[in-house]
């Protein structure tokens, strides 16, 4: 995906995104701003702001697939999609079908769908499931890693926590560097 690259790529956006991780940081461990340096400060974290939103704008045209079911033709070479689309804020999404020249698409994970329709995994820095706490359908980020051996997962829609995600998970966290 170009884009991501490109916007990962681009140096005033790095440089954007690591002054306002900075400044988070600071203001999480009480190393907050004087009053009077106040206003440039709000000014410069609004222009990188500014500047990773607009960076990132092609996201927005980007939906979120939630695999539901691949059937793989080996006589075909191709495998029929089942998918919801994952737009707006309604529960019920209907499942919409597709093909792909790829049978290495995994069932119940998150893909992000580029404006050259490939798709690309976001398991397991997003991972959808039922959560344990409402029993909704949810959206889980990484928000702590405690251990070698845990990590806590967090709901984007209504900020449930889930512990550990089980073995399969860990593998998972391990193969990308989180654990």
Sequence with gaps: MNDIR???ADQYAADARQ???DRRNDEA???RIDAIDLPHATDTAFAD???LVTKARFLADSPLLQITDVRWNSLSRTAAIEYRELMGDHPVVPTKT???GSNDLETDSLYLRDSE???HPLRPFLIGRDCPTCRTWS???VDKVPGSTAVTLKSLEHGHILEDDGPQSVTAFKSVGLL
């Design 117 to 119: 329709h490939n798709l």
């Design 49 to 51: 702001l500014t500047c």
């Design 139 to 141: 959206t889980f980020h």
């Design 29 to 31: 461990h009480l190393r």
């Design 6 to 8: 490109g916007l990962l």
């Design 98 to 100: 597709m093909t792909s």
């Design 19 to 21: 002054r306002l991780s």
